[in-house]
């Protein structure tokens, strides 16, 4: 079964920093999602990413997908207290047109005003 | 408002009950899911759907049951075979290959 691995667990940053979160897969992606996630309450998408080398950004969030499909990195530029929260990333296991998710354990960001 | 809603937010459990957890979607999506998400860790598969009247075992199926008899509703049932049903449950929905999107989550607990 496919496994994502995601890093840093917790970050603290202060406001206006730049930071990064890594999500690495065991096999091959067909698609990765992020999401985020208030305690207590559903995901938000964020972005989808498909294609190998692949980039999308909104607003100060970037995520891309590795040449290799298998590496997925979220970065935000001048962090805010806005952007608290947990940043999951989800693989698609690509098959059928149902999508099946695995999840990695998340990343809890924390941004200190 | 077009999306999900999952009801009730908090829902608690006596042992050996069995509870229905809700989940209504108008987006007018044919797949829908349901995930188990425990304190700290990532979303587990529960069970999804992909047309009404069919629906698939997903990673962690035991204890649970579900039915999709129309196609903006596929509500859960945690049954008293499920030996740690405390969690937090979500239902979302999809269509054809594109995004997954989820409603706001159910609490339960077995008290």
């Known amino acids: 079964s496919q496994e994502l691995e995601q890093s840093p667990q917790s970050l603290i940053v202060q406001e206006g920093k730049n930071l990064t979160i890594n999500c690495t897969s065991s096999k091959t992606l067909y698609g990765l999602y992020w999401y985020k996630q208030k305690y207590g309450e559903g995901l938000i998408f964020l972005m989808m990413l498909q294609k190998g080398g692949e980039e999308k950004s909104h607003e100060k969030i970037t995520a891309k997908l590795d040449e290799k499909k298998q590496q997925s990195s979220l970065h935000i530029t001048a962090s805010q207290p806005s952007h608290a929260g947990t940043y999951l990333c989800?693989?698609?296991?690509?098959?059928?047109?149902?999508?099946?998710?695995?999840f990695g354990s998340g990343t809890q960001l924390t941004v200190l005003p | 408002d077009g999306g999900i809603t999952q009801s009730p937010k908090y829902l608690f459990r006596k042992e050996g009950q069995n509870v229905t957890l809700s989940c209504e979607q108008n987006?007018?999506?044919?797949?829908m899911y349901w995930y188990r998400q425990d304190p700290g860790q990532g979303l587990r598969l529960i069970y999804y759907s992909q047309i009404v009247n069919d629906f698939q075992k997903g990673d962690i199926a035991e204890g649970y049951s579900v039915s999709r008899e129309k196609k903006e509703s596929f509500p859960l049932t945690v049954t008293s075979a499920q030996k740690n049903p405390t969690a937090f449950y979500l239902c979302?929905?999809?269509?054809?290959?594109?995004?997954?999107?989820f409603g706001e989550g159910s609490w339960l607990t077995v008290v």
């Open positions: 987006l007018n999506h044919d797949a």
């Open positions: 979302a929905s999809s269509s054809g290959g594109n995004t997954i999107y």
């Open positions: 989800g693989a698609d296991r690509g098959s059928g047109s149902a999508r099946q998710l695995t």
